[in-house]
């Protein structure tokens, strides 16, 4: 993978922040050198070669970057109390910056508005496979971004999984699917596991079962070229153990339930955004 010929400064480093850090890195998508942090807990901090407490010092690292970058991960209730010692700073940066925002739920006029500078912004949500360079990224250039600042964010979560471009309003939409669906995952692994103790199985058993199903489901699916409800057909047979489960899961309407908790998940993305 290609180099990125920037300085980014990440605000915030948090898990999501660690893991895209580490991944760019680790990639050679990005050199150690160029990548710094700011923080106030001390503990971050020391997991990064750069890291600053102070805003006006953390700016300071971007001064002589003719492509400098800002990554916002910080939580979304943060954006005005992070952003606020930051504004004088920027301004005064000889080139503005790209500024990339993973809040969820925050639109990029909000960014813009709360940096006070005239910089340009793409919004980004990943979701947290990101941490083991699985993730699933969707970034939605605003109309100040320019193709080469789309191509940069690309390049740097494809270091850290797979990226799709989308315009802002669809943003929820993917949040609903891929930002939160790790969880449904983990619920279902919960579910199961629950359900393999029940059965009969010890905790730690229950859960190896589990675990390397899931994970052996993914990558079979990843791999074949069949849709998930060619493979789901291919392992039930008519009146078998897994028609009698899926039946089950019919007559309680599993999948319309699914459509219904997605589209709730993308609503509540559109609340928390207006």
């Keep these: 993978m290609d180099t990125i010929n920037a300085k980014i ?12 850090i580490r991944g760019a890195i680790a990639s050679g998508t990005l050199p150690e050198p160029s990548v710094a942090v700011l923080d106030p807990n001390e503990d971050k901090r020391a997991n990064f070669a750069n890291s600053f407490a102070d805003p006006g010092t953390a ?3 971007l001064h002589d970057a003719p492509n400098p970058v800002i990554v916002l991960a910080v939580k979304p209730q943060m954006l005005d109390s992070a952003c606020a010692p930051l ?27 709360a940096m006070g500078a005239n910089i340009r912004a793409v919004r980004v949500m990943p979701n947290t496979p990101a941490q083991v360079r699985k993730g699933m990224s969707a970034i939605a250039p605003h109309t ?22 989308l315009d802002e309003p669809m943003i929820d939409a993917f ?24 059965l009969g ?10 675990e390397q199903t899931i994970t052996g489901s993914a ?13 789901r057909a291919n392992v039930t047979s008519k009146n078998g153990t897994t028609h009698a489960a899926t039946t089950v899961l019919d007559d ?5 339930i699914v459509t219904k908790a997605l589209t709730a998940a993308r609503d509540r993305g559109i609340e928390l955004g207006s």
């Design 87 to 113: 504004r004088d700073h920027i301004a005064k940066l000889p080139h503005p910056p790209l500024v990339v925002s993973i809040l969820a739920g925050t639109r990029s006029e909000s960014v813009i508005s």
């Design 9 to 20: 400064l990440f605000i915030g480093a948090g898990n999501m922040a660690s893991a895209i």
């Design 59 to 61: 700016i300071a690292f």
């Design 144 to 165: 100040s971004a320019t193709e080469s600042d789309t191509a940069l964010v690309t390049q740097l979560f494809q270091s850290v999984g797979d990226v799709v471009e």
């Design 252 to 256: 309680h309407q599993v999948l319309d």
């Design 219 to 231: 990558a079979l699916l990843e791999a074949s070229d069949d849709d998930a409800q060619t493979l």
């Design 175 to 198: 949040t609903a699917v891929a930002g939160s669906g790790p969880a449904y995952l983990f619920y279902l692994a919960e579910a199961m596991t629950g359900a393999a103790i029940t």
């Design 201 to 210: 199985f010890e905790p730690d058993t229950a859960r190896r079962i589990v």
